[in-house]
């Protein structure tokens, strides 16, 4: 084994590219800081610590690929542990932004959160019958998704008349619809379709995800911070 890349290892291919755009993603936040309003900052922040957090989880997974050719999975389970639970507090967030934010909202996202990655990691690591694990996982993620459109995060957000907030935040739970979808996806087929699949999977999942859900915060940021400085000039 050579902790050199190898010609035609996609997988492998697949870690080295995550680990970059998450390391690029993660520098140009920082180095963007200065174009937000000082009430973006702290949402500013938790994005750059989603995708700077996820680089540095990337480094090591890429190694642990290039060595062994198995599913780094212990590293990954801590990775999303931290990530996914910033990615709850952007919505709160907002919310609270929008002037309607409640604990509550945030509290039930991080238990759903929790519950889904616990019993995708019990089920992937074989503790548990995989696919009880999966339905489980499942069953939390639709709470998730019921909470951000249906439930009192979504009902918060309708209340509010601020159009580029409000229309953020439907971009922002569209990603949990649709791009978290390819997360189980791959769990499914990689459970039987082997560990190179589902690698590949996650690494494009979390690519889309964490850069392009912290992106969007971004561009939120950035284009509210425009508005303020219109106003006071
Ligand atoms: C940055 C990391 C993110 C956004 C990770 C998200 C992970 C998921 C949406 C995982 C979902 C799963 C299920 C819905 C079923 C069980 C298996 C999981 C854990 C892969």
Redesign the pocket.
């Known amino acids: 084994m050579s902790i050199f890349l190898q010609v035609g290892d996609l997988t492998g291919f697949s870690f080295f590219l995550a680990s970059m755009a998450l390391l690029a993603a993660t520098i140009f936040f920082l180095l963007e800081r200065r174009s937000v309003h000082r009430k973006w900052g702290l949402s500013l922040t938790i994005a750059t610590l989603?995708t700077g957090i996820?680089a540095l989880h990337y480094h090591y997974m890429k190694h642990a690929w290039l060595l062994s050719s198995t599913s780094p999975t212990e590293i990954r389970y801590i990775?999303?542990l931290l990530?996914?639970p910033l990615?709850c507090i952007e919505f709160y967030l907002i919310l609270r932004a929008l002037g309607h934010a409640s604990r509550h909202i945030l509290y039930r996202l991080f238990g759903y959160s929790i519950g889904?990655?616990l019993?995708?990691?019990l089920?992937?690591t074989l503790l548990i019958e995989p696919m009880l694990?999966?339905g489980v996982?499942?069953i939390?993620?639709g709470l998730i998704i019921f909470e951000v459109f249906k439930g009192e995060a979504a009902k918060a957000m309708e209340l509010s008349s601020h159009l580029m907030l409000k229309s953020s935040f439907k971009l922002l739970r569209l990603f949990i619809l649709i791009g978290?979808a390819i997360?189980?996806l791959?769990?499914y087929f990689g459970v039987s379709g082997g560990t190179e699949l589902l690698n590949v999977a996650y690494n494009l999942?979390?690519v889309i995800?964490?850069i392009g859900f912290s992106l969007v915060i971004y561009l939120l940021a950035r284009a509210d911070s425009q508005i303020d400085s219109q106003i006071t000039t």
């Open positions: 989603i996820a990775d999303w990530t996914v990615m889904m990655l019993f995708g990691y089920g992937e694990g999966f996982g499942l939390f993620w978290w997360y189980p791959g769990y999942a979390d995800n964490k």
